[in-house]
């Protein structure tokens, strides 16, 4: 039964994943005129799609890699892999949506980093940056040591969840960040509720949704990955599949297991 929440969840979670983009783009299509790379204002359009895609999309969805009970048995350095790609892939989306508004910036002579989204959004970047190299380094390269890893890892998964949080509230400011400035020369105010207005607030409530289900699957302890030789009812299942190679564990139910490694 958790298996079959814990897949629903994940169901869930990409649908509101596509939603957060698609939303996204289609704000900056139909109601902010398209995207181009000249350093105009469609330029400009390119960073919120990446942002939302980067470090919140794709981050989401990375930080869950170890909660999918097919990587809880076998060698774990494939997931550790894809763990590590994915984030990487979410950064350097990441990145390409920081150009896109620096180079508007600069080419409209407008001032860079004065806001308090342009502070929380940068500051969430650079934490991620070095959460990234720092897991890169001590998680996945052979050198560190078990104490080492084991001290450090409370921290990494304590900033993944923050980053993640962090990231949310960038990308709600900026909305309406954005919002404000569209629509304070408009016929219809923000205040007034015009339809950008509905449809971007609900792109933001979409990306709430989509944060905090992540959050969710990453704090209940059921979906957490087990103690090396303990087996939970999910991962026994998986090792009677027919063609398996059982081997020698300790059972533990779900309802007893003490909580532990976590990404």
Known sequence: MASGWFYLSCLVLGSLGSMCILFTVYWMQYWRGGFAWNGSIYMFNWHPVLMVAGMVVFYGGASLVYRLPQSWVGPKLPWKLLHAALHLMAFVL????????????????????????????????????????????????????????????????????????????????????????????????????????????????????????????????????????ILTDRQLLLQLRPGSRPFPVTYMPVTSRQPCESW
């Open 94 to 229: 990441t990145v390409v949506g920081l150009v896109a508004v620096f180079t508007f910036h600069n080419h409209g002579r407008i001032a860079n980093l004065y806001s308090l989204h342009s502070w929380l959004g940068i500051t969430t970047v650079f934490l991620f940056a070095c959460q990234w190299f720092l897991g890169f380094a001590v998680f996945l390269l052979p050198w560190a040591s078990v104490w080492l890893r084991s001290l450090l890892k409370p921290i990494h998964v304590f900033f993944g969840a923050a980053i993640l949080s962090l990231s949310i509230a960038s990308v709600i400011s900026g909305i309406n960040e954005k919002l404000f400035f569209s629509l304070k020369n408009s016929t219809r105010p923000y205040s007034s509720l015009p339809s950008e207005a509905v449809f971007a607030n609900s792109t933001g409530m979409l990306v709430v949704a989509f944060g905090l289900l992540v959050l969710y699957i990453l704090l209940a302890s059921t979906w957490k990955r087990p103690e090396p030789g």
